[in-house]
């Protein structure tokens, strides 16, 4: 009794706090959940989370650690290592990145010196900011150059990458991106990577899960290195992953370790390698199917409506809705629909005229729908609830009413209603 006392669990001992959670539980239950970088994780990841392997340090690698005790933390490192370089044939696998943007940092410190030229996709085209952007580390440290999207499809303009490789020679090229709705081409990247000689590197983060489980082409076969987070498609906890060749493992493995991080987050990994564990079963490439299908359906739900798409569909898990025929902004919309139980974020579109911080478009990604198990049948549904709200958001110039964001609550939860959120 004295030790329950001592130790009572979160509800008793923080009641505050945990009411907070509880809260953020019935918000992802109650929401339709619409940000293309998030999902649900199954409760065993969640679960994972939360052992006990958070009190444990492990500075180096399984077999090479600094600190003693490793006698599970080795072998359950050792298992995400294995469980990631089968899932995606990689020959190598560091799974210690906190998250994707110490991945990438990672990747440069490994591959590159400070002051060497790299090429990414610019932000405001639908790339990340730590490929090169310039208020990101990777654009302080290393002289980047950036390439778009055309005017006409924004589609990635392969003759621009290739002509801008020519000219600037950079050591490293990255392919891979935050905002755009389109496949990759792996393998044009990797011969105009091969042409200047500069390491090619996909960051995945966005597509891992697609790619894993085959509804997305894999890079591992074009690539030096590919990094990833592993919540987003790949239903994982929140971290990251590097995957490299062979030759690039010593030279990974010590940029992560002593280069950028102190002691991995063992219960972080745990539920990493229960991740990648998940995402190998035949079920998982279901799932990234239906990710997909649910993509294209909605883009066709949301055009019948009147909607402009970026690049005009999609590819993979993510739509971005170009908003200025409905005279309303990216982020007075994204306020709304957030009162009326609909998340999503405002994002910038190609050739944006408004400001990054209040663009003309929205996001919208189909992982975390998907993973409550709604399919194409439910994604005109899903477009009817999207255009009632962002209506109402035009019609209340970003306002939005009370009355009326209540009642589109209900109708959100009514119709989330049969589709369980995963490990809640
Ligand atoms: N913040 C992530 C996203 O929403 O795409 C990328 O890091």
């Known amino acids: 009794m004295n030790q329950v006392r001592r130790d009572p669990p979160l509800p008793e001992a923080d009641p505050e706090l945990w009411r907070l959670i509880e809260g953020e539980d019935a918000r992802q239950r109650e929401s339709l959940r619409l940000i293309a970088s998030e999902n649900y994780v199954s409760r065993a990841v969640l679960q994972a989370c939360s052992a006990s392997l958070t009190n444990k340090y492990a500075e180096g690698y399984p077999n090479r650690r600094y600190y003693e005790g490793m006698d599970f933390i080795d072998p359950i490192e050792t ?113 105009i990577a091969a042409e200047v000689e500069a390491h090619l590197v996909a960051d995945i983060a966005h597509v891992a899960g697609l790619v894993a489980g085959g509804a997305h082409a894999s890079p591992i076969p074009h690539c030096a290195a590919v990094t990833t987070t592993t919540h987003k498609t790949l239903r994982g906890p929140r971290g990251g992953l590097i995957l490299s060749r062979a030759e690039h493992a010593a030279a990974i493995d010590k940029a992560v370790f002593p280069g950028l991080q102190g002691g991995p987050h063992n219960h972080t990994t745990a539920a990493k390698a229960v991740a990648f564990a998940e995402a190998a079963r035949p079920q998982f490439r279901t799932y990234a199917r239906a990710i997909v299908d649910n993509a294209r359906a909605l883009a066709e739900a949301l055009s019948a409506r009147g909607y402009v798409l970026v690049s005009g569909g999609t590819d993979n898990h993510l739509l971005l809705v170009d908003l200025t025929n409905r005279g ?97």
């Open 79 to 191: 298992l995400a290592i294995d469980r990631a370089k089968a899932l995606f044939s990689a020959e190598h696998a560091n799974v210690q990145p906190y998250s994707g943007s110490p991945a990438n940092l990672a990747v440069l410190l490994a591959l590159c010196s400070p002051g060497d030229t790299t090429m990414g996709l610019a932000l405001p085209a639908g790339g990340h900011l730590t490929h090169g952007w310039k208020v990101s580390a990777t654009g302080i440290y290393y002289k980047s150059v950036q390439y778009g999207v055309r005017r006409d499809d924004h589609r990635i303009d392969m003759d621009e990458v290739r002509a801008l490789a020519r000219t600037h020679r950079p050591k490293l090229i990255w392919c891979g991106h935050s905002a755009y709705p389109r496949e990759l081409d792996f393998a044009a990247f990797a011969s």
């Open 328 to 424: 309303i902004s990216g982020r007075q919309t994204s306020g709304v629909l957030n009162r009326c139980g609909i998340e999503l974020n405002a994002n910038s579109i190609p050739f944006d005229q408004r400001k990054p911080f209040d663009p003309s478009g929205i996001r919208i990604g189909t992982a975390a729908l998907t993973s409550r198990g709604l399919d194409t049948a439910q994604m005109s549904e899903v477009a009817a609830l999207l255009d009632d709200a962002i209506g109402h958001a035009a019609a209340t110039a970003g306002a939005g009413d009370g009355g009326f964001c209540q009642a589109m609550r209900a109708r959100v939860r009514e119709f989330l209603q049969p589709y369980p959120a995963p490990g809640l």
